[in-house]
């Protein structure tokens, strides 16, 4: 279920909430402000944070120190870095995209890079390799911000790469539980 919060007039009662829901659900917040209450790329004109959901890839091996690391369970983690000024919603997510396929192969989820991304909330608990349950947590933070020329040693994806490909035209003849094994 979503829920959208005017920030920062509605913060206390986002948090207030959170108390509640956090308890035995899983939560997830878009890094973005949104123009309206539905999340939609259209609906998100600006950012002043990059994001990457970098799953099992360490943050030692990001190429800019991010200013702030999300343990959002054992061994998978969230970066964020904050920028210097306010930039054009395509910028940052481009530079979003140009982070997590740099750093695919070191296990950087290549989905976690869009405008509408939700990520785990800190402070909140983890459900999802039950029974454990872990809580997210700041593994560090600093206020250091960043300019958009810093994030240059990224290089530009390769789009061919990203592209799909074509479905096949025939599909084989076999009953769904040999198709699931």
Request: charged share 25%; with cysteine.
């Amino acid at each position: 279920t979503e829920r959208f919060y005017k920030w920062p007039d509605k913060s206390a009662e986002f948090f207030e909430d959170l108390t509640i829901v956090s308890l035995d659900h899983d939560v997830y917040f878009c890094p973005t402000l949104l123009a309206f209450s539905e999340r939609t790329k259209g609906n998100v004109h600006k950012s002043r944070v990059l994001w990457a959901d970098l799953d099992t890839c360490h943050p030692e091996n990001l190429l800019v120190e991010p200013s702030a690391v999300i343990e959002s369970s054992a061994g998978r983690w969230q970066a964020y870095w904050l920028l210097d000024e306010v930039v054009e919603a395509e910028k940052a997510e481009h530079i979003n995209k140009r982070i997590a396929y740099y750093h695919a192969d070191d296990g950087c989820d290549r989905s976690g890079w869009d405008l509408t991304q939700v990520l785990r909330f800190p402070g909140t608990q983890n459900h999802k390799y039950l029974p454990e349950i872990h809580t997210v947590k700041v593994l560090h933070a600093k206020p250091t911000k960043y300019k958009i020329s810093d994030f240059d040693i990224y290089p530009d994806v390769n789009y061919e790469s990203t592209t799909t490909k074509p479905l096949p035209t025939e599909l084989p003849d076999l009953d769904a539980t040999s198709l699931m094994t």
